[in-house]
């Protein structure tokens, strides 16, 4: 059982779902990105996803996009982001899973993008934009570098492609709650348990919950109905606010302890 697997099977024995934390990498830079993740595993994150900045992304919205533009700006670049995974593994044991478009990788070369991750200590990868039934060259490379693979569903993803992402999933499957990009909102979807309950009729993998889960009311009402919850643009939207002042660090803390309830 790789470590994804096992958070998540640790928090369920706990009683309580897993938070997974999104923030994109080298942003406000890779040196802060390191302090960061650390931040994050001691205020109750128990998986950290770095985000790849990309120029074109798929599924970002505004406040992510915003903050890949800040991060490449600044000289941030896959070699940066894996040269910083490797520094924070000397600090945290949190699992750190990257998320990012595919096209990155075809630059970087999928072999050794793999070895690259695995070096640094990656758990595991989910690339946002690359459907399931297109992955086979990838998810062989990651399984054979010990990566887990991580793949999207949609409230909208027809039960065929629900069953192709959770074949080729390896870590957890990611749930979409509604249609359309990342980015907070004031409430959950009306239908999300219907949708995670047409994952769960297919798979016993665990399911993590994104895409506009921004307050700590939300993350538990998202682990009453999946195993996990993923926020990612509110805590990037916190971290542009206050990144120039003395307080980025503690009150980054403060509200990722106020999400997890610890």
Not at 127 to 136: A, H, I
Not at 230 to 256: C, K
Request: with cysteine; aromatic share 4%.
């Amino acid at each position: 059982m790789n470590s994804i697997r096992q958070t998540f099977a640790q928090a369920n024995q706990q009683g309580r779902g897993t938070l997974v934390i999104y923030i994109t990498a080298g942003d406000p830079s890779l040196d802060q990105t390191v302090r960061l993740v650390d931040i994050l595993s001691r205020a109750g994150a128990d998986i950290v996803e770095l985000g790849i900045p990309y120029s074109d992304p798929l599924a970002d919205g505004p406040t992510i996009q915003a903050a890949s533009q800040r991060a490449l700006a600044a000289g941030c670049t896959v070699r940066g982001v894996l040269d910083c995974v490797g520094e924070i593994k000397q600090r945290t044991e949190v699992p750190l899973v990257i998320m990012t478009c595919f096209n990155p990788i075809l630059q970087f070369g999928m072999e050794s993008f793999a070895g690259a991750c695995q070096q640094a200590g990656v758990a595991g990868v989910l690339v946002s934009d690359l459907p399931p039934v297109e992955s086979g060259e990838w998810v062989n490379i990651a399984a054979a570098h010990s990566l887990a693979t991580i793949f999207l569903v949609a409230p909208t993803t027809p039960p065929e492609r629900i069953r192709q992402a959770t074949d080729r999933t390896t870590g957890f499957v990611y749930a979409i709650s509604r249609p359309g990009v990342t980015g907070a909102r004031d409430r959950l979807p009306a239908d999300l348990h219907q949708s995670v309950q047409r994952i769960r009729e297919v798979t016993d993998l665990p399911i993590a919950v994104g895409f506009g889960i921004s307050t700590p009311q939300q993350v538990a009402a998202v682990c009453e109905i999946a195993d996990g919850a993923v926020v990612g643009s509110a805590v990037v939207d916190l971290i542009a606010r206050i990144a120039d002042t003395n307080s980025l660090y503690s009150q980054v803390e403060r509200f990722v302890a106020e999400l997890s309830g610890r």
